[in-house]
């Protein structure tokens, strides 16, 4: 057994084999000039580079790459809930661009306030004080220094496996090797837990070892007295980790007991993709702050933000954000547009219904395919495990790559996370036409890669 593939949080499968042999065959010699070019001019990192293919144009819910080439985009960095080039937020953008295109610090306009005020309304309890900022990364900083301020603590507690975004503050946080590793001294004042439904969790499995994970955050935290905040994602994006309610609600009383804020991340989650518009929504409990940002700028725009509990308003002397796009004017009718979209065109209850759909026709491939060892939905956002074994759950990612490629050839696009796992993440405007054709492009996948 390859222990680090076992143990591949995201999986950096861009310099494979399996990834040239894909290439040689399907790309032109033209498009393998553009790649090799950037390759020439971009840095390169884990996981953007070497780039798969490129493309030309972005609408719907499919992808077009430069040899005409067509895939419906089942990944989309998570900001397409809305599809891309939607006509409504395009529109609503242009307008704000020739109306007003920029917001200088220390003015505002009646399309921030707008913004603030429907996140307000629709956020629960006292979550009734926004700061916008140009990226997830960046939000998730300003709550941290907020919990920071607001408490006069300055510990973290996260999670292993986790990710809230790439700057050195984020990563400290954040639990995933490649992005802490051979950088140098993290953050201070960091400590983890073990994420929900762990991969091998050392409690053991199932409910039982997520509440002696629960039972060993209590722990800590009646030792440590510094901690300001426990921050997580309520469901983990890349490989949808779904907590129960009874998990979500304890956690939350256990920040209660010892006095220490829940940050929740929501970046990848919010705005419709499970079904609500937030994700804690479906566990009856409010952050003291929450996150988001991805498809909050409609898929066009970098957009993200914290919506925070009215008390935490406390921190009037120091600069939380202080971004140079931290209000933008074309962000906020780019965020408008989004939500009104989401609202006018019912996609919440679209997500629901999905939900279901997802649910009955993935579980009738795992009865199907032995390979699939476990499926998991919220809403328009679904997990399909791998496993080489049912029993062991030992991680199938070699399979997990070659249906992907087969997928990409048949032309559907999609992210396999933690080595093994196929997520979906569907733009909520997918039909269920457009989805039975998804799957049964996966099925096709799976039949060749495990049954011939
Ligand atoms: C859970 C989570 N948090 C934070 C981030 C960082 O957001 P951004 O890439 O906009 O900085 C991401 C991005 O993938 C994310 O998935």
């Known amino acids: 057994m390859d222990i680090r593939i076992n143990s591949r949080i995201e999986g950096d499968i861009n310099g494979t084999d399996a990834r040239q042999a894909w290439q040689d065959e399907h790309l032109s010699e033209e498009t393998l000039a553009v790649l090799e070019q950037d390759s020439k001019l971009f840095l390169h990192q884990s996981m953007s580079t070497p780039c798969l293919n490129a493309i030309v144009n972005a609408e719907g819910i499919y992808l077009e790459d430069q040899d005409g ?68 990364t960046s939000a998730i900083g300003i709550a941290l220094k907020l919990a920071r301020r607001a408490t006069g603590k300055h510990k973290m507690i996260s999670t292993w496996d986790s990710f809230h975004g790439a700057s050195l503050d984020a990563i400290s946080v954040g639990g995933e090797s490649v992005f802490r590793s051979g950088i140098g001294p993290l953050m201070s004042g960091t400590e983890h837990m073990m994420p929900y439904n762990s991969y091998r969790s050392i409690f053991g ?35 949808v980790q779904i907590p129960s309610v009874a998990y979500m609600q304890r956690l939350r009383q256990i920040c209660d007991d010892y006095g220490v804020l829940l940050i929740l991340d929501e970046i990848p989650t919010a705005l419709g993709r499970t079904g609500t518009m937030f994700v804690h929504e479906h566990y009856g409990i409010v952050p003291d702050i929450v996150v988001i940002g991805k498809g909050f700028g409609g ?132 039909t269920a036409e457009q989805m039975e054709e998804a799957i049964a492009i996966l099925d096709q996948a799976l039949e060749q890669v495990f049954t011939k």
Not at 218 to 225: N, T
Not at 330 to 358: D, F, P, S
């Open 69 to 136: 080439r067509k895939v419906i985009d089942f990944h989309g960095n998570s900001v397409h809930q809305v599809g891309y080039k939607n006509e409504y937020v395009m529109n609503a953008i242009i307008a704000q661009m020739q109306q007003l295109p920029f917001l200088p610090r220390r003015y505002t306009s009646k399309i921030a306030i707008q913004l603030a005020q429907k996140l307000i309304e629709l956020a629960p309890g006292d979550l009734n004080k926004v700061l916008f900022a140009p990226g997830g």
């Open 299 to 430: 898929g066009i725009f970098p957009m993200a933000g914290i919506i925070a509990r009215e008390h935490l308003d406390i921190a009037g002397d120091i600069s939380l954000g202080h971004y140079t796009h931290e209000k933008s004017a074309v962000g906020c009718a780019a965020a408008l547009a989004t939500i009104a979209y989401i609202e006018q065109e019912n996609l919440l209850e679209h997500a629901k219904n999905m939900e279901r759909w997802l649910l009955v026709h993935l579980q009738e491939l795992q009865r199907k395919y032995a390979v699939i060892g476990d499926v998991r939905v919220k809403g328009m956002l679904a997990a399909i495990e791998l496993v080489s074994n049912r029993e062991t759950k030992e991680k199938e990612a070699a399979g997990a790559e070659k249906v992907l490629y087969e997928c990409l050839s048949r032309g559907l696009s999609f992210k396999v996370s933690s080595g093994n796992v196929i997520t979906l993440v569907p733009p909520l405007i997918t």
């Open 205 to 239: 499995e199932g409910e039982a070892a997520n509440a002696k994970n629960l039972d060993y955050l209590a722990y800590m935290l009646e030792r440590e007295e510094d901690v300001c905040a426990v921050i997580l994602e309520p469901i983990r994006s890349t490989d």
